[in-house]
């Protein structure tokens, strides 16, 4: 029986397809639903300076990556809701995203995680450190995996 997913995004369209995807299981099983979102540890993307920009947003780079944090979180919320999803919760987390994403299954006992992943082939993969590959390798609990 599934009674709590934790789906991850980063608002790529993959990981958007994910929060489908597991908002349609929460709903259709009356799971609850945790989407989480892992500020990692590295260089301000362009993408989400220019969402800074828009958005008039000065400060640290600590500040704006949790404000565009909250804004992906409320998005992917909303987008799990429209779905059919009716206990949704959000969280931020700091730090390499599979590990974040792990000991947060553990630590709110989740029975399925879902991820998306953008496919980007075996070479690639293992060169860049592809989160999903490493999720599924070493969670507890079934995972399911979002083709992009």
Do not use: W
Not at 21 to 49: C, G, N, T, W
Not at 77 to 89: I, N, T
Not at 103 to 109: L, V
């Amino acid at each position: 029986m599934i009674t709590r997913i934790l789906v991850a995004t980063d608002a790529s369209p993959a990981s958007n397809r994910a929060i489908d995807f597991a908002a349609d299981l929460a709903a259709k099983y009356k799971a609850s639903l945790s989407v989480l979102h892992v500020i990692r540890e590295m260089q301000l993307p362009e993408e989400l300076r220019a969402m800074a920009e828009v958005e008039k947003l000065e400060g640290s780079r600590s500040d704006v990556m949790k404000f565009v944090a909250k804004k992906i979180l409320h998005d992917a919320e909303l987008r799990a809701q429209k779905k059919g999803a009716s206990d949704v919760h959000t969280n931020v987390a700091e730090g390499d995203p599979a590990n974040v994403i792990l000991d947060h299954a553990k630590a709110i006992g989740v029975d399925l995680i879902v991820l998306g992943t953008r496919g980007l082939g075996t070479v690639k993969s293992m060169m860049l450190g592809s989160v999903s590959r490493k999720v599924t390798n070493l969670a507890e609990v079934n995972c399911f995996i979002v083709r992009g």
